[in-house]
């Protein structure tokens, strides 16, 4: 059998670099050389720069200083100083601005002799002020055209309909109406009834108030204070009591105007406060009376204004 050759495999070669690399900067030849760019055979531009360059210095020669002595100065003092600032003053821009800044002492301007303080530094008003116009300093100053200004004085202020008229209102501290049951007068009215009452007669002292010396409490004071906190008309009919009953919670209605509300649907609950009644009235025996007392005090009052000659109004005669 024949003899089979080897198989030989080639190694190939690495492939070679495309890009052309920089040949590296040579050092200098000395280090005293100037500083200087030079362009080499390569096309490379090389900057060299000077190192170490040479210095020349020249000492000053000065003379022995006796250290021991104290320095003096002196300043000029032919010169006063004019402004206050001139001790810290630095720089001579200051010095040059001289002519432009107003002395204490200078009193050139026509103003000046007015009479009119201009202040410490004599500050000048350069606005041209007209002659014919009024001072507002002094004098009735003139309305601005462009605001009105009114004030209006409520004589009759907001009265709150269902206190006045019943003694009790829903809302309470928090009605924002008036809360008051008394009506005013004007003050020619007054003079007039005044004038009235007086006429012809002596005027004399009156007592408007004393102590109770025997001590004991008056029972016309005490009625007035609770009718105060219990309504003089009911408050479903706003008319005066008939037949006033009171309900548990210390309510007073009329015995028809209770009864109605109570077969009415949603009539169970009190008109004033809303709690359940239960359908429980029991009669305002206290109440009658207090209001029947009420009726002749106001009788005998209205008598008694009669007499003195004082009008009586249609509303208190009914």
Known sequence: MADVAPVLFKKRAGKGAAS???????????????????????GVRVKRRKVGGVKVTAAVNRGPQDLSKSTAFTGDR???????????????????????????????????????????????????????????????????????????????????????????????????????????????????????????????????????????PNDED?????????????IICREPYKNPVVTKCKHYFCEACALKRHRSKGGKACAACGTDTGGTFSVAKNLRKLLDKKREREKRLKEKAREAGEEVSSDEEE
């Not at 052309?20 to 055979?41: F, H, I, L």
């Open 20 to 42: 052309r690399k920089r040949p590296a900067t040579p050092p200098p030849d000395s280090a005293s050389d100037s500083e200087y760019s030079s362009e080499e055979e390569n």
């Open 78 to 216: 032919s010169a006063t100083i004019k402004y206050s600032d001139d001790a810290t003053k630095t720089s001579h821009w200051q010095e040059l601005d001289e002519s432009a800044r107003p002395t204490s002492d200078s009193k050139t301007s026509t103003e000046g002799n007015t009479g009119s303080y201009k202040g410490a530094a004599n500050y000048q008003s350069y606005i041209q002020k007209n002659p014919d116009t009024l001072s507002k300093s002094v004098g009735p100053v003139k309305a601005t055209t462009n605001i009105r200004t009114i004030t209006v004085t409520d004589f009759a202020p907001d009265v709150c309909k269902d206190y006045k008229q019943t003694g009790f209102c829903g809302f309470g501290d928090s009605c924002k109406f008036l809360h008051a049951r008394e009506d005013y007068k004007q003050g020619w009215q007054l003079d007039k009834e005044w004038e009235s009452v007086t006429k012809g007669k002596k005027l004399e002292g009156t007592v408007v108030g004393g102590a109770n010396k025997n001590g004991k």
């Open 222 to 234: 005490d009625e007035e204070s609770m009718l105060d906190n219990i309504p003089f008309a009911c």
